[in-house]
């Protein structure tokens, strides 16, 4: 195995990755908010700004036409017969307001002297100098002002009368209008808030839902990349027992130059058997590295997986023979579609691992049966079964269980994973009774079968 400061070293270059990684996400959604949030804040803004401008423009046209309506009637009263407003009785008709009327009408002279009425009344204390100047330049003068604490607006505008032109100069108490605007002010500040708020939760929901393939890539990468380390970390130590063999065996060749080859023989056996076995494990190695990169495919042709099984497994027969482990094969039609030569690599590794498994005078069941929507392979050993703690390891890669014979890999059953998924199908192991371990493997059926 990897010395000690590998597998440290690793770890702790992969927790400064996934810590990277986690900065990268977390920078990118909280980027992701603020553009909402700022989206949201710029287009509230807009739209506020333009409804509070089309509110304003409303109530100021409709304080200027009742200021007009309120002008044109005391005109055409002061304009009109008996209409003299510097007499002795006010003209019949003529209104000029008060505090409680919403407004407050004032006949001035252009120099600003007070002709009607007698006196001016309360909150007025004064005329409007600076509209009575703009009416008598221009006549007519719109303009905002106040009297005390009251909001008003304030129309002048010149009028002809029996003693030549006056000016008539009405206050209009804005305090409904206001009051109006500052309520509206409120509710788009606050709802914008709101809004804003809800924007910036909303926004963070969706970032995290749209950066979860972004993570869940990350993962798989750092995953394959872990995978590569320990595949190459093992794939060096299985590597190292053939190696030592084939040295040793070879050191003692180059010691007995001269040595005839009956005395060598077990030597050359040794060094035959080894590269066998490193033929295997490179053509198996080559196998799963070649499929994480998806460069095997799997050829679809139908066939009944019945009949590839039997012929497989009756293959193995004189292998089982050689370990005393009988093997009996019970297989029953069932159409499915696949890559032949990988379904009967499937059946040789998991018979192969049950005759290795299985006691002296043991038996290996092997049956396919059609159920459902799955054609079903079952392979039994009389072995001595699976640890509980070690069967979530079977499928990997490398793994050897505690006890397990000699002679393999630890890559066959990590092939057969790799061969069932290449079929959309699923592979289980379990412990069965009296003893052993069953493996079940399920591939979907080309078509269900007959009633």
């Known amino acids: 195995m990897p010395d000690g400061s590998g597998p440290g070293l690793g770890d702790a270059a992969e927790a400064a990755a996934i810590a990277g990684d986690e900065r990268l996400i977390s920078g990118v959604g909280r980027r992701l908010v603020i553009w909402a949030a700022g989206t949201t804040l710029v287009v509230l803004v807009l739209l506020g700004i333009a409804l509070y401008a089309a509110v304003n423009q409303s109530l ?5 036409r009742q200021l007009d309506d309120r002008a044109a009637a005391l005109r055409h009263i002061i304009e009109g017969p008996g209409g003299r407003p510097d007499g002795d009785d006010v003209p019949a ?3 000029f307001g008060g505090g409680t009327s919403g407004t407050i009408a004032l006949v001035l002279t252009s120099d600003g002297r007070l002709i009607l009425p007698r006196l001016l009344p309360p909150p007025v ?3 409007e100098a600076g509209s009575l100047a703009a009416a008598v330049a221009s006549g007519r003068d719109v303009r905002l002002g106040s009297l005390g604490d009251t909001p008003v607006r304030i129309l002048t505008t010149s009028v002809d009368s029996q003693i030549g032109p006056v000016y008539v100069q009405i206050f209009q108490d804005r305090t409904a209008e206001t009051r109006t605007l500052n309520v509206l002010l409120a509710v788009l500040v606050g709802g914008g808030v709101v809004v804003l708020v809800v924007a910036a939760g909303v926004g963070a929901l969706y970032s995290r839902r749209a950066l ?4 869940a890539s990350l993962v798989a990468q750092r995953a394959a990349l872990r995978r590569q380390r320990e595949f190459a970390a093992d794939a060096s130590h299985e590597l190292r027992t053939p190696l030592t063999v084939v040295r040793a065996s070879l050191d003692l060749l180059r010691r007995h130059p001269e040595a005839p080859v009956s005395q060598v023989g077990e030597a050359l056996d040794d060094i035959g058997a080894e590269v066998d076995n490193l033929t295997h494990l490179v053509e198996d190695l080559l196998l799963l590295a070649r499929s994480d990169s998806g460069a095997v495919p799997l050829e679809r042709e139908p066939m009944d997986f019945g009949d590839v099984v039997a012929e497989a497994a009756a293959s193995m027969t004189t292998a089982a023979s050689h370990r005393d482990v009988q093997v009996v094969v019970d297989p029953a039609p069932a159409s499915i579609s696949g890559d032949t030569a990988r379904i009967r690599q499937l059946v040789l590794i998991l018979v192969d691992n049950a005759i290795r498994h299985s006691p002296t005078g043991g038996q290996v069941r092997v049956s396919v049966r059609a159920e459902r929507q799955a054609g079903l392979l079952v392979v039994e050993d009389d072995g001595p079964g699976i640890g509980a703690d070690e069967l979530l390891h079977v499928f990997e890669r490398f793994w050897r269980g505690a006890g397990a014979p000699d002679g393999g890999s630890g890559l ?8 069932v998924g290449g079929h959309d199908g699923t592979v289980e192991v379990a412990n069965h009774e009296p003893t052993g371990a069953r493996f079940t493997v399920r591939i979907p059926l080309d078509r269900p079968p007959a009633a």
């Open 60 to 64: 100021v046209a409709t304080g200027e």
């Open 93 to 95: 008709g003529l209104q």
């Open 125 to 127: 204390k004064e005329p």
């Open 212 to 215: 979860v393939p972004i993570r």
């Open 412 to 419: 066959g059953l990590a092939i057969a994973a790799w061969i």
